[in-house]
């Protein structure tokens, strides 16, 4: 059996480091305030709300969550973030998703202050992201790297030179997680590939899927990737998250898009859910919202983990 990724424990890491940077960055009256807008009432979305929320409490964060109602009109919820634009005591916004299919996500995006911009969705911070210099790294696609990297030192490897001419493969193409995965591997030296539900629907997923050395499963489909899909000694690093009530007990469990039993039967090492990538991406989220928070005061981070 692989080795399973403990998230939560990298995580755990990566929120001492932001303690620590809190406390210096405090004395040069940076302030971090952190804002969520939930529209509509997604499970999985109050659930990341819900541990965000958490975690900015814990560190002493402002933090302002804006609820909508699923049938607000696109002119509320470009209201809401305006104002949380205007108010200099928030220095990240994060739109959670879904959002309900009557609001264009692109204007959604183009509606959020790139400096407060923390997810880089808006497109003046993507395009510095696809050229390889990013005001902000994405939560998710950036955790399954930091992750990555924690697992490949703890086997005495060096991340700076392990991805070179590696084959990472992507499945998913979302503007939050899959382009952006791609867009860090190629700028880490490795060959990516590029797969998504049309890849799966002419049949071809398992053809690409099995030539990963590391693999990023970020379709949003239950077990789409199975054993039989990978190679021997693959890295694979499960992004999805969906739950699933368990028919003897009644409770809610999550699952990812990996099947985790076949997969892990056959790789090098595997992130389970929850516990894997997801933690992580809690982190990396309030971490930008200190980077942000450090900008608007002029202030250079000591640390560059974030960038």
């Known amino acids: 059996m692989a080795h399973v990724i403990d998230g939560n424990a990298i995580a755990e890491h990566l929120r001492h480091t932001i303690e620590e940077e809190l406390k210096v960055l405090r004395l040069s009256e940076v302030r971090p305030g952190l804002a969520t807008v939930l529209v509509g009432e997604d499970f999985a979305a109050q659930a990341y709300e819900r541990h965000v929320r958490r975690l900015c409490e814990a560190l002493e964060y402002r933090y302002v969550s804006e ?27 994060l739109v959670l998703h879904p959002l309900p299919s009557h609001i264009p996500e692109a204007e959604i995006n183009s509606a959020i202050d790139p400096l407060k911009d923390i997810e880089a969705v808006h497109p003046q911070n993507t395009g510095l992201l696809a050229q390889g210099r990013p005001r902000f790294l994405p939560s998710t696609p950036a955790s399954c790297y930091y992750l990555l990297d924690s697992y490949v030192r703890s086997t005495g490897q060096d991340p700076a030179t392990f991805y070179s001419g590696k084959t990472i493969v992507v499945v998913g193409r979302s503007n939050s997680v899959g382009k952006p995965a791609q867009w860090l591997g190629l700028q880490r030296d490795a060959t990516v590939v590029a797969c998504h539900s049309r890849t799966h629907a002419a049949g071809k997923l398992a053809e690409f899927t099995c030539l990963a050395d590391i693999l990023i499963v970020a379709a949003g489909v239950r077990a789409l990737v199975t054993g039989d899909m990978v190679r021997d000694g693959v890295i ?22 990996l099947d985790f039993e076949s997969v892990a039967a056959r790789a090098e090492a595997i992130t389970p859910v929850p516990g894997g990538v997801g933690p992580i991406t809690d982190v990396w989220l309030v971490g930008n919202a200190l980077m942000a928070a450090a900008m608007a005061q002029r202030v250079e981070p000591r640390f560059g983990i974030f960038r």
């Open 67 to 93: 609820g909508l109602p699923a049938d607000v009109q696109l002119a509320d919820v470009a209201a809401t973030i305006g104002k949380l634009n205007a108010d200099p005591r928030i220095t990240g916004i």
């Open 236 to 257: 694979a690093v499960d992004v999805g998250i969906h739950p699933v009530e368990d028919p003897a007990t009644g409770k809610t469990r999550m699952v990812g898009d």
